[in-house]
Every structure is written in structure tokens, then in C-alpha cells.
């Protein structure tokens, strides 16, 4: 059952919604009556009772399909495809000249269909959808002001594109429109058709920035300051909508984004206190919700590329190697939830590097959850790295590494460099590029805030005791792990 603060932050996100639905509806009458200019419709307010109840079903099914976790949905991009071409199709007939009359107002009717069949397709195959959350909150007004030229720029682009396409298309296509017309008359209502659509679509693209800016803005989730709540048990809001929310939701994400910004900053000081409590509940809670998205994506990859865990004929020869295993596009996909991820390592390590000087009772050491957030933190760099064509081989004695030693290098055969190379080529594996460098700094972090602890443990034999799970990890082996951070540790790790 969800807490009351999160109920609070979930009505908070409707009342959002209503806002979004109320300022779309704002600019979309501002730009019917700019339309005006260009258009004469014989019912001037009839027109308008079509045009805004068109952007208003736009844009809920924008919100609909809107969501900050990139995995498509069929059914959904569909709808929003039909919805985008029947919102314009009634958009362009509504603002028809008067002197066109019916047959007039039925073709910009379907030619309206085909441009906004080709917006709805071009924003899904762009995966638009996805919510990418700004690196910097700003006020919304001011970060819908700074949307506004780039929506008209693409506004542009995509009419003068839309308007070729389905001028084209509306000569090629049988339809029940056709009719012959006077030269003036038909560049008159090209004229009009571009302009018709330009305003649609920078409508559209005014809505879409708008939905940006109000959802990814942050939300709080914990009492008021000051309040028995806040004194007691500041973080179970947060961690009830961590634990009891949708994997997918927007409010998990929300909430994640709210973590991170607790453990990274000095703002809210009291919030982060309040995970270091003397039970060590509360921190073990946290770190598992942030371990367990790099924990999924490290098991993916791993079932992907195949893992090397316990083959005994890897101690002698190459460990990994790029092309003996490819994932398939479920498992690519995972790579596309870069925020989540980056949310996650950068929370876990900000608080095993701040519980050197705030956990007075010692339990993210006592507990394992330092062991926990390396272990965890290498395998996903292990399982990135070897995603992006690398390979690990392990080298004799008396190299450089010592005993069992690993040494990371780029792949040097001649059909493995081709596989690997497609790889780096591609928008995937910049996704994977992106993870690996978040990863190997958050490791970095723990590396220079526990250097001098780690040098000592290293010298007594015990930083894999430390350091390191005993148990089996996610991905990779024990031996790959230690090595790992002992390049880290020498501050080699590239």
C-alpha cells in the first residue's frame, strides 16, 4: 500500500497533467487565431470547436504514450499514430477557406491525414516519447521559453517536408477528392496547406516541450521539514515509492531522480542523515534499490554475450571475446535506460563515499554494502566493456599484474576488429560508451575517497576481503573483479 506522501506526489503528477492539458489549450487558440490571417473559414467559431478539441486529443494521447523508460510499445505508437493523423486531418478541413467549400474542405481533410500520418510516424520511429530529464532544474517557464525556436525550427522542417510529401501523395493516391481547379486556386491552396500545417505542427511541438518541462520536473518525496514525520522517519516515503511503484512508471523514475539529488547535494542535508540510522535498515534499503537496475543490466548483458562464470578452460586461454556471442535486440535494448542507470551509480557511490565521515555506526561497512556497490559497480563495467569489444586475458606471473593479472586491450584480430567495429559504430553502443565512463568515474569515487584505506587493505592481503562479495558475481569472475580494482586502485583503469 502506498504512503500517504507518495498518494501526495501522485496527485501532484495529475495536477500536472491538468496544467499541461490547460496551457496546451492556450497556445493552440493563440495560433488558430494567428491562422485567421491566412485562412477565411465561413464559421469562424465552429472552426475553432474542431480545431482545439483536435490538439486536445493529440495531446493526451502524447501524454499516453509519453514514458522516461525507453522500451516500445506497439499498440500505444500505433494509437498515437492514428490519433496524430485524425488530430490533423480535422485541424487542416477547420481552417479550409470559405470558398473552397465542401469538396475543398474534404480534400485539405485527407491531405491533413497524411501529414499528420507522417509526424505520428516520424515521432515514434524517433522515439520521441521517451522523457529525458534535463541535467539542470530550471523554473518551467524558463525552460519552455528556451524550447520555443528549436520547436519552430523543427516545426518548419517537418511542414515543408509534410506538405511536398502529401502534395504527392494527394495526386498519386485514388481518392473520392480529386477535382480540377484553377491554377490561382490551386497555388492558393498549397499556400494555405503549408501554412495550415506549419501551425499544426509547431502546435504540436509547442505541446510536446511543454509535456517535457512539466514532467520531468523534480518532485519531493518526504514530509515537511520540521514535521513527527520528517524527526522520525524522513526516507520511508521515498523508499516506499523506490519499492512499491511500476518498474516503468513515471514515479519511480521521479523518485530516483529525487534520491540522487539528496546524495549528491548539500541541500537537504537532513534527508541524508536520515539514511545512516543505527539499525542500518534504512541504508541497506537504499542501496538495494540502487543496485538493483545495475544488477538487471549486468544479468542481461551476461545472458547476452555469456557469461564467463566458472569455466575452468578461461584460466589458460581468452576469457571474452566479442563475437562468440552477440545480444540480441532485448537485450541491446537495456542499454537505452542510460538515466536510470546513471542515477542509480551515481546515489550508490555518493553514499559509500559520504559514509566515511556520516555513518557513525559504521553499517554500510559492517553491513556489505560497500562490498556490495564494487562488486556490483565492476561486473556492469565488466559486462559493458566486453558489450563494446573488449576482451580480458590473463597474463603469466611475472607480468606486470602479478599473479592471475588481467590485462584490458582492444581486440587484435582481424575478423573480431571488423565485429567490433560495426559495434562501435553504432547510436547502441555510444549508449554503452556513455554507462561504461558513468561506471569507471563512480568507481573512481569510491577509489579516492577509500584510497588510503584500500592501499592498506592491498598491502595486508585484504582488499578483496573488504572490497569484494565472496560470492558469485553477476558477471565475470571474483578473480576478474579483484584485478579490476586494483587497476582502479593504481588509477590505470581506462
Known amino acids: 500500500m502506498m504512503s500517504g506522501s507518495t498518494r501526495r506526489v501522485e496527485l501532484v503528477l ?50 499516453f504514450i509519453a514514458s522516461p523508460h525507453p522500451r516500445p510499445r506497439f499498440t500505444l505508437s500505433l494509437l498515437f499514430a492514428f490519433s496524430a493523423a485524425f488530430s490533423a486531418s480535422l485541424s487542416l478541413s477547420s481552417v479550409a477557406p470559405a470558398a473552397h467549400g465542401l469538396p475543398g474542405v474534404s480534400r485539405l481533410g485527407f491531405r491533413g491525414f497524411l501529414v499528420g500520418s507522417l509526424f505520428g510516424s516520424h515521432y515514434v520511429f524517433k522515439r520521441r516519447w521517451v522523457l529525458h530529464f534535463p541535467i539542470i532544474q530550471r523554473p518551467p517557464f524558463f525552460s519552455f521559453k528556451m524550447g520555443v ?123 541524508r542523515a536520515g539514511f545512516f540510522e543505527e539499525t542500518g535498515e534504512t541504508y541497506k534499503r537504499v542501496i538495494a534499490v540502487c543496485l538493483k537496475p545495475l544488477e538487471h543490466l549486468a544479468t542481461k548483458l551476461g545472458e547476452g554475450l555469456g557469461n564467463p562464470v566458472d569455466k575452468a578452460t578461461q584460466l589458460s586461454n581468452q576469457l571474452l571475446s566479442p563475437t562468440d556471442a552477440r545480444p540480441d535486440l532485448k537485450h541491446i535494448e537495456e542499454l537505452h535506460n ?42 556492469c563495467l565488466l559486462a559493458v566493456e566486453s558489450f563494446m569489444g573488449k576482451k580480458t586475458n590473463l597474463q603469466s606471473p611475472n607480468q606486470l599484474l602479478g599473479p592471475a593479472g588481467i590485462k584490458w586491450a582492444t581486440v587484435n584480430s582481424g575478423r573480431v576488429d571488423v565485429a567490433a567495429g560495426k559495434r562501435r559504430s553504432g547510436p547502441v553502443n555510444s549508449k554503452a560508451y556513455a554507462i561504461a565512463d558513468v561506471l569507471k568515474t563512480s568507481i573512481y569515487q569510491i577509489v579516492s575517497a577509500f584510497h588510503d584505506e584500500m592501499l592498506a587493505g592491498a598491502k595486508a592481503s585484504l582488499l578483496e576481503k573488504d572490497w569484494v562479495t565472496n560470492g558469485k558475481p553477476l558477471f565475470g569472475t571474483r578473480e576478474m573483479l579483484i584485478q579490476k580494482l586494483r587497476l582502479f586502485l593504481d588509477f590505470r583503469a581506462t
Open 338 to 379: 542510460f538515466q536510470l542507470y546513471a542515477w542509480c551509480s551515481r546515489t550508490a557511490v555518493s553514499l559509500t563515499a559520504c559514509s566515511r565521515k556520516d555513518d557513525k555506526f559504521g553499517v554500510a561497512q559492517l553491513s556489505g554494502s560497500n562490498a556490495a556497490v564494487v562488486s556490483t559497480l565492476l561486473s
Open 14 to 63: 495529475k495536477n500536472r497533467f491538468l496544467s499541461y492539458l490547460i496551457w496546451q489549450s492556450i497556445h493552440s487558440s493563440l495560433i488558430f487565431i494567428s491562422l485567421l490571417s491566412f485562412s477565411s473559414p465561413h464559421y469562424p467559431f465552429l472552426s475553432f470547436l474542431l480545431f482545439l478539441p483536435s490538439h486536445l486529443l493529440f495531446s493526451t494521447t502524447l501524454s
Open 149 to 271: 525556436p528549436s520547436s519552430a525550427r523543427r516545426a518548419l522542417k517537418l511542414s515543408i517536408v509534410a506538405s511536398v510529401f502529401s502534395g504527392i501523395l494527394l495526386e498519386l493516391l485514388p481518392h473520392p477528392f480529386k477535382y480540377s481547379v484553377a491554377t490561382g486556386r490551386f497555388f492558393t491552396e498549397q499556400i494555405t496547406s503549408l501554412a495550415a500545417t506549419f501551425a499544426i505542427f509547431f502546435s504540436w511541438e509547442l505541446t510536446h516541450h511543454l509535456h517535457w518541462v512539466l514532467h520531468t520536473k523534480r518532485s519531493i518525496f518526504a514530509p515537511p521539514k520540521g514535521s513527527a514525520a520528517a524527526e522520525t522517519n524522513p526516507s520511508e516515503h521515498l523508499l516506499s515509492a523506490l519499492e512499491e511503484s511500476s518498474p516503468t512508471s513515471l514515479l519511480r523514475y521521479l523518485a530516483y531522480l529525487d534520491l540522487c539529488m539528496v546524495c549528491e547535494n548539500n541541500v537537504d542535508t537532513w534527508r
